[in-house]
């Protein structure tokens, strides 16, 4: 087994990024919400198991320099990626190692936060236990462990896609190659009954599955998704079995709004009313197979933990943590103020609580702020109360409009881009991250400005250097003005919005 999954991996390096939902604070909220008690994330001990190139550790690493990182990856192509990094940005906090998970024992240390992202359902059973096993053992008394899996019934649809390919392919050729047959293979299978009225369903299963492979377009997550040699989805009753037998507990799912959308989504609501579900494993068992659910991100603490829980979601939990919510305000050409959501598009809200809460989120779309000092803004602006707010930013967490985050630490950032921006864009990456873990995608114009804005930098050299990057064809201008003086204003205008987007983001102080 470990030779395979080596070879596998040193092939095709696993795509690498950073994972949000896998940040402490995150994380911490999670338990919040149930009463747990956490380990500050500033100050915690993070362990992560198959952190590949170590791309999500040293976002972290990065931005809490009084907290402990350990990474541990089979593939030493990757180990040595990722202390590369680190040494490139000075993390002096982040270690990384070049083991097996099964040879992890308690001596190995204690941590506060255990991550297991893509892991779990791509390797074989006596790695799985192992996996729980460091969770349990290697978990501190106040920590919570997360682990990510495929899941049934949802991702049995994926698994056609995936037989294809397992049946038809070679397997002793590199995944790039297999990748390539397998896909004109099934192309031309797909054509042979394309306009029969009654194509076979599996047929179109297929179809569609390969259409949706098709837009992701990078080999590193397709070739370990369909071709790796292990990839067994479970039921999640099955993983809370797996919990139990290493003595580990349900905590919470670590996207938060799978967990309240059952509450505040009216047909869910109405559903669940007509069929009420025997405790919280029947019903997140039921939105599962309502909903599809192909991915599971599951939180757990040690057993003991279990009756410290308070399972009763309502909103007051929102008091002790931080809110985010990615908006942006405009104005449409009739004068008609409109609030944008990154991810959902124009939202609709009633004034004057509605459209007053927004309002509030919308000045505060940074960095989380505090869930007091958003209170007490809309209270000022709108004379409503805390409940009031309290629920509708219970709503905004159910449609995954609001991120939430226990004691984040965020650092006061000097001039210029953060050293790891600046490495991730000199390495060619377009996606950074910043001190809440957001996954930051750049465009090519913004990975070339990014490495531009270092330390004390000045906006006419930093124009300069644009001007002569276009010069050389490495970006273009549409319509191309007039001459240089134009083209420096042109410049000028980019380099000043570009700022502006990475401050909002942290990623440029």
């Not at 649809?157 to 049946?167: G, W």
């Not at 009633?350 to 702020?369: D, F, I, K, N």
């Not at 004691?407 to 910043?434: C, F, H, Q, W």
């Not at 906006?459 to 003086?485: C, Q, T, V, W, Y």
Request: aromatic letters at 8%; proline letters at 7%; hydrophobic letters at 40%.
């Amino acid at each position: 087994m470990t030779t395979t999954t080596l070879a596998e991996y040193d092939q095709v390096p696993y795509l690498a990024n950073p994972l949000p939902q896998t940040h402490p604070s995150r994380i911490a909220a999670i338990a919040s919400m149930f009463g747990l008690s956490f380990v500050p994330p500033k100050s915690a001990k993070v362990l992560e198991l198959g952190c590949a190139s170590g791309v999500n550790l040293l976002g972290m690493a990065h931005f809490m320099p009084d907290a402990k990182f350990v990474g541990v990856d089979l593939s030493i192509v990757q180990v040595h990626e990722a202390q590369r990094r680190a040494k490139a940005v000075a993390a002096n906090n982040v270690t990384y190692h070049h083991m097996s998970i099964d040879e992890i024992n308690p001596d190995f240390g204690e941590f506060d936060y255990i991550i297991v992202h893509g892991v779990y359902s791509w390797v074989p059973n006596e790695v799985q236990k192992a996996i729980l096993r460091v969770c349990r053992e290697n978990l501190s008394n106040d920590g919570i462990a997360f682990v990510s899996y495929n899941v049934l019934p949802g991702w049995r649809m994926k698994q056609a896609a995936r037989d294809v390919f397992m049946a038809l392919t070679p397997p002793n050729v590199p995944a790039a190659t297999r990748w390539e047959y397998g896909v004109n293979w099934i192309r031309e299978m797909l054509e042979t009954n394309k306009t029969e009225d009654k194509r076979p369903l599996l047929h179109q299963t297929i179809a569609n599955e390969l259409e949706n492979i098709l837009v992701k377009k990078d080999l590193r997550y397709l070739a370990h998704e369909y071709l790796e040699t292990h990839n067994e989805p479970l039921l999640f009753r099955e993983f809370l079995s797996h919990m139990s037998e290493a003595e580990l507990t349900y905590l919470g799912d670590a996207e938060p709004s799978t967990m309240v959308r059952h509450l505040t989504h009216p047909v869910l609501s109405e559903f669940f009313k007509k069929h009420p579900p025997q405790g919280m494993a029947e019903t997140e068992q039921a939105i599962d197979i309502i909903t599809g659910r192909t991915f599971r991100q599951s939180l757990m603490v040690k057993g003991s933990r279990k009756t410290k829980m308070n399972r009763a979601l309502t909103p007051d939990f929102f008091k002790n943590l931080h809110i985010q919510a990615r908006l942006a305000k405009t104005t449409d050409q009739d004068g008609q103020v409109k609030y944008v959501h990154q991810r959902h598009g124009p939202l609709n809200a009633q004034p004057p609580y509605g459209t007053g809460a927004l309002e509030v989120l919308t000045e505060l779309a940074g960095m989380p702020a505090p869930y007091k000092s958003l209170l007490d803004k809309f209270v000022q602006a709108t004379q409503g109360t805390e409940p009031v707010f309290a629920e509708i930013l219970f709503s905004m967490l159910g449609m995954n409009g609001i991120e939430i985050f226990a004691d984040p630490y965020m650092p006061a950032l000097p001039k210029g881009a953060t050293p790891l921006a600046i490495l991730d864009a000199e390495s060619g990456r377009n996606v950074t991250t910043n001190s809440v873990g957001e996954a930051i995608g750049l465009d090519p114009l913004q990975v070339l400005i990014l490495p531009i804005l270092k330390g004390d930098w000045d906006r006419d050299e930093s124009i300069a250097k644009l001007l002569s990057m276009h010069s050389k064809g490495l970006f273009n201008i549409n319509p191309a003005p007039a001459d240089e003086e134009q083209m420096k204003q042109v410049l000028g205008g980019i380099l000043d919005k570009a700022e502006d987007v990475f401050k909002v983001y942290g990623i440029v102080g």
